[in-house]
């Protein structure tokens, strides 16, 4: 298992991987993909989730493309996951969620590497500037109310949903973040509906994302091992000098 460096923003936490080593699993969870309604799946519900377009946490200083490009072949990686992992013990990590993209070139997937994946993490207090301090109603979702988005800081992708400096040069709307991902906007349809006299930009089909679902986490049932006293072994093992398991284990065997 991997992770990066703390920060306060994704930005100051773009380190390299690190493993964890610290100590064995207490608890293990189990992951499951469940179809559910697009807006649970936005950044104001802190969503765990597969696929699609990154639901960014802190919506200001996104790694840009350099940072995600693949380390073998310089092509974007594409968002894979999110984790939802709070850790309310620090303050600052009232809200957390683990990024995970992958490139999708098979020539850069190696057996024991992880070249091929970018991995970051980002984390805020419970009061910060883009959310309420409020949990988010689940069962209700308000269209007529703004809902924090990283679109509204600076421009995204439309591909892939991460920063996009690169403008189409006939519409000058919509943006990409490197030219990679604008070509394969413009065959995917973006050349059929490119027209600079729209006020709003159209988003073509996009098959580059891997399908989105929302991803659940149950705790998997694990049996008790409580580690033994001294005393415990000791009568244990006391019992087994006694049996004829221990008499027998004496002898030797032959044919």
């Known amino acids: 298992m991997c992770m990066v460096q703390v920060g306060s923003t994704l930005k100051q936490s773009f380190q390299n991987y690190q ?3 610290n100590g064995m699993v207490k608890e293990v969870e189990l992951g499951f993909l469940e179809e559910t309604e697009s807006w649970r799946l ?3 519900y ?4 597969v696929g699609g377009k990154p639901a960014w946490l802190a919506l200001e200083n996104l790694p840009s493309a350099d940072d995600l490009a693949c380390t073998v072949c310089r092509k974007p990686c594409i968002f894979l996951l999110q984790v939802y992992a709070p850790f309310e013990e620090k303050v ?3 809200h957390r969620i683990l990024f995970v993209f992958v490139c999708k070139d098979p020539k850069c997937c190696k057996q024991n590497k992880f070249d091929n994946f970018k991995v970051f993490r980002s984390q805020l207090p419970r009061e910060n500037k883009y959310y309420s301090s409020e949990a988010p109603d689940q069962d209700n979702f308000d269209s007529t109310k703004p809902h924090p988005s990283a679109a509204q800081y600076q421009d995204l992708c439309l591909v892939c949903g991460t920063p996009g400096a690169k403008q189409c040069g006939k519409c000058h709307r919509a943006t990409y973040c490197g030219k990679g991902h604008q070509t394969i906007d413009w065959k995917a ?4 509906i490119c027209n600079p006299e729209e ?3 159209k988003i073509s089909a ?3 994302l891997f399908p989105q679902y929302e991803l659940v986490t149950e705790p998997e049932d694990l049996p008790d091992k409580q580690e033994k006293s001294d005393e415990q072994k000791m009568k244990e093992y006391a019992e087994f000098l006694k049996s004829d398991q221990a ?3 004496s002898k030797y065997h032959g044919q």
């Open 189 to 192: 349809g973006h050349k059929k």
């Open 19 to 21: 493993p964890i080593m």
């Open 247 to 249: 008499e027998g284990s």
């Open 199 to 201: 006020e709003s930009v």
């Open 206 to 208: 996009n098959s580059s």
């Open 46 to 49: 802190f969503p765990s989730k």
């Open 92 to 94: 600052q990590c009232f």
């Open 42 to 44: 936005e950044s104001d």
